[in-house]
């Protein structure tokens, strides 16, 4: 999954028109900031910009703008600046993307049209061959696939659903699984298990402050849940 930029759960749904700071711009990349505008995407992956003197529809792939400062002098008008700096500054989603709402922590994130199934703000979601930890047992590993579906919904090797095992009770049946390998399993000869996890159960882990001592993969007193 892939979702590239975050915004706070508490935007709100309907934004009223803002301003940015002038940042020393002058002619029109000055209007876009000063000016009050209220960017709303549009479900064909345009963009109305709202502003006192009317309403411009802007078209970031194809570089047009309703306006007549673009249809008369076919100018980068102000519009379009300032479109492109919301989806820069992640208050609105990029072309080919939807606001979405992170099925962790509830705050709102940017994924693609036709995206389906639980959504990740980049807080909560695991890339594979991110380091994390356990929040159950402390054990460290190693992320090797997002399974983009629901803890109550995917299966383990066992026949019982991830989000019906007991060392998951804390963490939402809603929340994707991902699969992961213990760090430790990797310097071993043999097989190694992966195992499913809701996301929130995975702490990411910064490697250059993480130490190479810790819990072994067997001392932890909650058992994991075998892909």
Do not use: W
Not at 2 to 17: D, I
Not at 102 to 131: I, K, N, S, Y
Not at 216 to 224: E, F, K, N, R
């Amino acid at each position: 999954m892939t979702h590239p930029a975050y915004t706070p759960a508490s935007l709100p749904a309907t934004r009223s028109k803002t301003t940015f700071p002038a940042a020393g711009t002058t002619g029109r990349a000055r209007r876009a900031r000063v000016e009050p505008m209220a960017v709303r995407p549009l479900r064909d992956g345009r963009y109305a910009v709202e502003t006192t003197g009317g309403t411009y529809v802007v078209d970031l792939d194809a570089r047009t703008c309703t306006c007549p400062d673009h249809q008369l002098r076919g100018a980068r008008c102000k519009h379009r600046r300032r479109v492109a700096l919301e989806v820069t500054e992640g208050l609105v989603p990029p072309p080919g993307e939807r606001t979405a709402v992170c099925a962790v922590c509830g705050g709102r994130t940017f994924v693609p049209t036709a995206f389906e199934g639980p959504a990740l703000c980049p807080r909560h979601d695991h890339r594979p061959g991110t380091l994390v930890r356990d929040r159950e047992t402390g054990d460290r590993l190693i992320v090797v696939a997002a399974t983009g579906e629901r803890a109550d919904r995917v299966e383990t090797a066992e026949g019982r659903p991830v989000a019906d095992y007991p060392t998951n009770a804390a963490y939402g049946p809603h929340e994707p699984v991902f699969r992961a390998v213990y760090l430790d399993a990797l310097r071993r000869d043999g097989d190694v298990k992966r195992y499913a996890f809701p996301a929130s159960r995975l702490r990411r882990i910064d490697r250059a402050n993480e130490s190479d001592s810790g819990p072994s993969p067997t001392d932890g007193t909650a058992s994991p849940t075998t892909a």
